[in-house]
Protein backbone atom coordinates (compact mmCIF):
# COMPACT_ATOMS: atom_id res chain seq x y z
CA UNK A 1 0.00 0.00 0.00
CA UNK A 2 2.71 2.42 1.12
CA UNK A 3 4.54 1.53 -2.33
CA UNK A 4 1.74 2.31 -4.62
CA UNK A 5 0.56 5.66 -2.49
CA UNK A 6 4.73 6.83 -3.18
CA UNK A 7 3.64 5.66 -7.03
CA UNK A 8 0.64 7.97 -7.13
CA UNK A 9 2.07 11.00 -5.27
CA UNK A 10 4.28 11.16 -8.42
CA UNK A 11 2.45 10.09 -11.32
CA UNK A 12 -0.93 11.89 -10.43
CA UNK A 13 0.91 15.64 -10.68
CA UNK A 14 3.10 14.73 -14.08
CA UNK A 15 -0.99 13.84 -15.89
CA UNK A 16 -2.24 16.82 -14.70
CA UNK A 17 0.88 18.94 -16.02
CA UNK A 18 0.88 16.60 -19.51
CA UNK A 19 -3.18 17.56 -19.57
CA UNK A 20 -3.10 21.46 -19.07
CA UNK A 21 -0.51 20.98 -21.44
CA UNK A 22 -2.39 19.06 -23.89
CA UNK A 23 -5.55 21.41 -22.85
CA UNK A 24 -7.40 17.75 -21.83
CA UNK A 25 -8.50 18.62 -17.86
CA UNK A 26 -11.12 16.86 -18.02
CA UNK A 27 -12.87 19.75 -19.91
CA UNK A 28 -12.17 22.41 -17.19
CA UNK A 29 -10.57 25.53 -18.65
CA UNK A 30 -6.96 26.26 -17.41
CA UNK A 31 -6.02 29.82 -15.81
CA UNK A 32 -2.61 32.30 -15.77
CA UNK A 33 -3.04 33.14 -11.58
CA UNK A 34 0.62 32.39 -10.49
CA UNK A 35 1.45 29.72 -8.19
CA UNK A 36 3.48 30.86 -5.05
CA UNK A 37 7.54 31.34 -5.54
CA UNK A 38 8.09 28.73 -2.59
CA UNK A 39 5.79 26.32 -1.03
CA UNK A 40 6.17 26.65 2.85
CA UNK A 41 3.84 23.71 3.75
CA UNK A 42 5.52 20.49 4.45
CA UNK A 43 4.57 18.14 1.84
CA UNK A 44 4.35 13.68 2.37
CA UNK A 45 3.83 10.94 0.00
CA UNK A 46 0.72 9.89 3.01
CA UNK A 47 3.10 6.36 3.64
CA UNK A 48 2.76 7.53 7.33
CA UNK A 49 0.68 5.53 10.09
CA UNK A 50 -2.78 7.34 11.31
CA UNK A 51 -0.59 7.18 14.81
CA UNK A 52 2.36 9.30 13.22
CA UNK A 53 -0.60 11.72 10.94
CA UNK A 54 -1.94 12.29 15.30
CA UNK A 55 1.26 12.95 16.39
CA UNK A 56 2.76 15.54 13.54
CA UNK A 57 -0.02 16.92 12.33
CA UNK A 58 -3.53 16.32 13.16
CA UNK A 59 -3.66 19.30 15.71
CA UNK A 60 -0.28 21.29 15.08
CA UNK A 61 0.13 22.45 11.45
CA UNK A 62 -1.12 21.59 8.30
CA UNK A 63 0.43 19.15 5.30
CA UNK A 64 -0.25 18.13 1.92
CA UNK A 65 -0.22 14.70 1.17
CA UNK A 66 0.86 12.82 -2.24
CA UNK A 67 -1.09 10.05 -3.85
CA UNK A 68 -3.74 9.29 -1.00
CA UNK A 69 -6.50 9.11 -3.40
CA UNK A 70 -7.25 8.72 -6.69
CA UNK A 71 -10.16 10.60 -7.65
CA UNK A 72 -9.30 11.61 -11.68
CA UNK A 73 -12.58 10.06 -13.16
CA UNK A 74 -14.73 11.76 -11.22
CA UNK A 75 -15.54 15.39 -12.05
CA UNK A 76 -14.74 16.20 -15.67
CA UNK A 77 -17.20 18.57 -17.58
CA UNK A 78 -19.20 16.31 -19.51
CA UNK A 79 -19.63 13.75 -16.46
CA UNK A 80 -21.06 16.15 -14.27
CA UNK A 81 -23.22 18.41 -16.96
CA UNK A 82 -25.11 15.44 -18.42
CA UNK A 83 -25.83 13.96 -14.07
CA UNK A 84 -26.35 17.17 -12.65
CA UNK A 85 -27.13 19.63 -15.60
CA UNK A 86 -30.64 20.35 -14.64
CA UNK A 87 -30.19 20.70 -10.70
CA UNK A 88 -30.39 23.69 -9.00
CA UNK A 89 -27.35 24.93 -7.15
CA UNK A 90 -26.91 27.22 -4.41
CA UNK A 91 -23.90 29.98 -5.30
CA UNK A 92 -22.59 32.22 -2.17
CA UNK A 93 -20.94 35.37 -1.88
CA UNK A 94 -17.19 35.22 -1.61
CA UNK A 95 -16.59 37.21 1.19
CA UNK A 96 -15.68 36.49 4.76
CA UNK A 97 -18.67 36.45 6.07
CA UNK A 98 -21.14 35.25 2.87
CA UNK A 99 -25.06 36.34 3.57
CA UNK A 100 -26.33 36.44 -0.21
CA UNK A 101 -27.38 33.27 -1.66
CA UNK A 102 -28.24 32.82 -5.41
CA UNK A 103 -29.76 29.23 -6.75
CA UNK A 104 -29.65 28.46 -10.87
CA UNK A 105 -29.24 25.35 -12.52
CA UNK A 106 -26.44 23.74 -12.69
CA UNK A 107 -25.78 23.69 -16.34
CA UNK A 108 -26.74 27.93 -16.06
CA UNK A 109 -23.71 28.56 -13.92
CA UNK A 110 -20.83 26.49 -15.40
CA UNK A 111 -21.82 27.59 -19.14
CA UNK A 112 -22.67 31.32 -18.18
CA UNK A 113 -21.28 32.26 -14.81
CA UNK A 114 -17.96 30.29 -14.96
CA UNK A 115 -15.63 32.97 -15.61
CA UNK A 116 -12.15 34.45 -14.65
CA UNK A 117 -12.30 36.75 -11.06
CA UNK A 118 -12.72 40.39 -12.31
CA UNK A 119 -9.82 41.83 -10.09
CA UNK A 120 -11.68 45.05 -9.18
CA UNK A 121 -14.92 43.21 -7.91
CA UNK A 122 -15.84 43.22 -4.22
CA UNK A 123 -16.54 39.46 -2.75
CA UNK A 124 -19.74 40.66 -2.26
CA UNK A 125 -20.40 41.23 -6.12
CA UNK A 126 -19.01 37.65 -6.39
CA UNK A 127 -20.67 34.29 -6.74
CA UNK A 128 -19.23 31.04 -5.63
CA UNK A 129 -20.07 27.44 -6.41
CA UNK A 130 -18.87 25.96 -2.80
CA UNK A 131 -20.35 25.00 1.05
CA UNK A 132 -24.72 24.87 0.42
CA UNK A 133 -24.43 21.94 -0.87
CA UNK A 134 -25.38 18.76 0.95
CA UNK A 135 -25.05 14.64 0.88
CA UNK A 136 -28.30 14.26 -0.43
CA UNK A 137 -28.15 16.41 -3.52
CA UNK A 138 -24.68 15.18 -4.39
CA UNK A 139 -24.48 11.76 -3.20
CA UNK A 140 -24.44 9.72 -6.20
CA UNK A 141 -20.61 12.03 -6.78
CA UNK A 142 -19.47 11.36 -2.94
CA UNK A 143 -20.27 7.40 -2.80
CA UNK A 144 -17.57 7.57 -5.49
CA UNK A 145 -15.68 9.49 -3.99
CA UNK A 146 -12.38 8.44 -2.36
CA UNK A 147 -11.48 10.32 0.95
CA UNK A 148 -8.06 10.62 2.70
CA UNK A 149 -7.47 7.78 4.56
CA UNK A 150 -6.46 9.61 8.37
CA UNK A 151 -9.10 10.58 10.62
CA UNK A 152 -9.50 12.47 14.12
CA UNK A 153 -10.79 10.35 16.93
CA UNK A 154 -14.35 11.59 18.01
CA UNK A 155 -15.17 13.14 14.11
CA UNK A 156 -16.76 12.43 11.53
CA UNK A 157 -16.53 13.82 7.25
CA UNK A 158 -18.77 16.09 5.90
CA UNK A 159 -17.97 16.72 2.11
CA UNK A 160 -18.99 19.45 0.36
CA UNK A 161 -17.83 20.00 -3.54
CA UNK A 162 -17.42 23.09 -5.79
CA UNK A 163 -16.48 24.29 -8.65
CA UNK A 164 -14.83 27.93 -9.32
CA UNK A 165 -13.47 30.02 -12.20
CA UNK A 166 -9.54 31.24 -12.85
CA UNK A 167 -8.60 34.05 -10.12
CA UNK A 168 -12.05 33.07 -7.56
CA UNK A 169 -11.67 32.24 -4.02
CA UNK A 170 -12.69 32.66 -0.47
CA UNK A 171 -11.10 35.26 1.61
CA UNK A 172 -9.42 33.95 5.19
CA UNK A 173 -12.02 32.89 7.70
CA UNK A 174 -11.57 29.48 9.98
CA UNK A 175 -13.59 26.63 11.24
CA UNK A 176 -12.66 23.04 12.13
CA UNK A 177 -10.52 20.58 10.92
CA UNK A 178 -10.81 19.62 7.62
CA UNK A 179 -9.43 18.12 4.02
CA UNK A 180 -8.92 20.24 0.91
CA UNK A 181 -8.29 17.94 -2.59
CA UNK A 182 -8.35 19.28 -6.02
CA UNK A 183 -10.04 16.74 -8.58
CA UNK A 184 -9.14 19.50 -11.53
CA UNK A 185 -7.28 22.41 -12.00
CA UNK A 186 -4.73 24.12 -8.96
CA UNK A 187 -5.57 25.67 -5.59
CA UNK A 188 -3.69 28.49 -4.04
CA UNK A 189 -3.54 28.41 -0.23
CA UNK A 190 -2.38 31.11 2.64
CA UNK A 191 -2.67 29.46 6.11
CA UNK A 192 -2.11 31.29 9.24
CA UNK A 193 -2.14 29.80 12.84
CA UNK A 194 -5.24 30.80 15.36
CA UNK A 195 -2.87 33.26 17.69
CA UNK A 196 -2.19 35.09 14.23
CA UNK A 197 -4.85 36.96 12.80
CA UNK A 198 -4.35 37.81 9.05
CA UNK A 199 -4.54 42.02 7.52
CA UNK A 200 -7.51 41.32 5.42
CA UNK A 201 -10.79 43.30 4.77
CA UNK A 202 -13.85 40.61 5.10
CA UNK A 203 -15.12 42.23 1.64
CA UNK A 204 -12.08 42.16 -0.43
CA UNK A 205 -11.15 38.98 -2.50
CA UNK A 206 -8.65 36.79 -2.07
CA UNK A 207 -6.90 37.77 -5.37
CA UNK A 208 -7.58 41.92 -5.01
CA UNK A 209 -5.55 40.60 -1.43
CA UNK A 210 -2.98 38.90 -3.18
CA UNK A 211 -2.42 42.15 -5.53
CA UNK A 212 -2.73 44.49 -2.88
CA UNK A 213 -2.02 43.44 0.55
CA UNK A 214 0.36 40.28 0.06
CA UNK A 215 3.53 42.41 -1.53
CA UNK A 216 3.08 44.66 1.25
CA UNK A 217 3.82 41.93 3.92
CA UNK A 218 7.26 41.90 6.17
CA UNK A 219 8.53 38.32 5.66
CA UNK A 220 7.58 37.92 9.44
CA UNK A 221 3.86 38.02 8.24
CA UNK A 222 4.06 36.47 5.69
CA UNK A 223 1.54 33.42 5.58
CA UNK A 224 2.48 29.47 4.91
CA UNK A 225 1.09 28.88 1.95
CA UNK A 226 1.21 25.98 -1.44
CA UNK A 227 -0.74 25.05 -4.28
CA UNK A 228 -2.09 21.81 -4.43
CA UNK A 229 -3.00 20.04 -7.56
CA UNK A 230 -4.79 16.72 -8.89
CA UNK A 231 -3.67 14.07 -6.34
CA UNK A 232 -2.41 16.51 -3.47
CA UNK A 233 -4.42 16.93 -0.12
CA UNK A 234 -4.22 19.45 2.07
CA UNK A 235 -5.29 19.05 5.65
CA UNK A 236 -5.43 21.95 8.14
CA UNK A 237 -5.88 21.94 11.86
CA UNK A 238 -8.71 23.28 13.61
CA UNK A 239 -9.41 27.26 13.76
CA UNK A 240 -6.36 27.73 11.55
CA UNK A 241 -6.70 30.96 9.46
CA UNK A 242 -7.02 30.24 5.50
CA UNK A 243 -7.42 31.83 2.43
CA UNK A 244 -8.35 29.98 -1.16
CA UNK A 245 -7.47 31.38 -4.73
CA UNK A 246 -8.18 28.88 -7.91
CA UNK A 247 -5.21 29.23 -10.21
CA UNK A 248 -7.33 27.13 -13.22
CA UNK A 249 -10.74 26.18 -13.24
CA UNK A 250 -11.23 24.07 -10.30
CA UNK A 251 -13.51 21.20 -9.17
CA UNK A 252 -12.85 19.72 -5.86
CA UNK A 253 -13.77 18.43 -2.69
CA UNK A 254 -13.33 19.59 1.00
CA UNK A 255 -13.84 17.12 4.01
CA UNK A 256 -14.90 18.56 6.75
CA UNK A 257 -14.64 16.71 10.35
CA UNK A 258 -16.96 17.64 13.32
Known sequence: MAAARRLLAVLLPLAWAQARLTGDAGGWQAGDVPEEQRCTVERTDGSMSPAQFLQRFAFSRPVILRGVTDNSALCTRQKLLAAYGERLVRLSTANTYSYRKVDVPFQEYVEQLLKPQDPAALGSDTLYFFGDNNFTEWG??????????????GTSGAYSFGVAGSGSGVPFHWHGPGYSEVIFGRKRWFLYPPDKTPHFHPNETTLAWLQHTYPTLPPEERPLECTIRPGEVLYFPDRWWHATLNLDTSVFISTFLG
Open 140 to 153: SLFQHYVPPPFRIP
